[in-house]
């Protein structure tokens, strides 16, 4: 590896499984700090215990506010400032206008889009006084077209993608140095997505390594986007809507 994040201090949310897991693990091997959060507790301390003396892990649930009080504390006391936050926690809920519930609807507001809005409100806060940094902010595809299905969640997705561009226009006025930009992702062999598969069957057989064509990608794929927007490699990109979608945005769903 090339030292991409070298002296950096990252937080990574919903880090003990999947894109999270991944981008922890790539941020390590690219000479960062790395500070994993999530609920699940036995997963996480597993995940930053591989990684050696470069890694903690916090219990954090995202959509509560004195988490993330706790989170800055934290930070503030360690007082290495903070670099990079990828706000990555998250669910996938299914249920389409007429079957979606007022509970789920707020349950999935609450852990996708009010978790971005703290998460985000806290990096920069931190980040301002100290130089800057890059907030990513994991979005989907279903933010940017319409999935019939996901009523809900799209609109989730969607609020952090308008967070994100606001948050970027913010931060170039008051001449920060903070860049906050958006990763949509579409199919991904996580764990959350690969519950939808029927039992018996390959998950492996729709990646796009199986066929060009296909949809579902690895985490790593978006790992590697997000290590792009985390370094100052990608000093001049803010505000933008990454696409990691093997290209199913442009050949419509």
Not at 133 to 146: C, D, H, P
Not at 191 to 216: E, V
Request: proline share 3%; glycine share 10%; net charge negative.
């Amino acid at each position: 590896m090339s030292g991409r994040l070298q002296g950096k201090l990252a937080v990574i949310t919903g880090a003990a499984s999947g894109i999270g897991e991944v981008c922890a693990r790539l941020f390590v091997a690219e000479g960062a700090q790395v500070v994993l959060t999530d609920l699940n507790v036995e997963a996480g301390e597993a995940v930053a215990a591989s990684l050696g003396a470069q890694a903690c892990f916090l219990r954090q649930d995202v959509s509560d506010p004195q988490s993330w009080d706790a989170l800055a504390a934290y930070l503030v006391e360690r007082g290495s400032g903070l670099d990079v936050l990828v706000n990555n926690a998250g669910v996938l809920l299914k249920a389409n206008i007429e079957d979606e519930s007022l509970d789920q609807w707020h349950k999935l507001l609450r852990i996708n889009a009010d978790s971005v809005f703290l998460g985000t409100r806290m990096a920069v806060r931190l980040m301002k006084d100290s130089g800057g940094g890059s907030i990513v902010n994991i979005s989907s595809l279903a933010a940017l077209l319409g999935l019939e299905d996901y009523v809900a969640y799209s609109a989730s997705k969607g609020a952090v993608a308008a967070l994100s561009r606001a948050v970027a226009v913010h931060c170039r006025k008051h001449k920060y140095r903070i860049r906050c930009n958006s990763v949509h992702p579409d199919g991904v062999m996580t764990p959350m997505t690969l519950g939808g598969y029927p039992k018996g069957m390959d998950p492996s057989a729709f990646t796009i390594d199986a066929d060009p064509m296909n949809r579902m990608c690895l985490p790593g794929d978006v790992a590697n986007a997000v290590l792009y927007l985390a370094s100052d490699e990608s000093r001049a990109i803010n505000g933008i809507e990454m696409r990691v979608d093997s290209g199913q945005a442009v050949m419509g769903i």
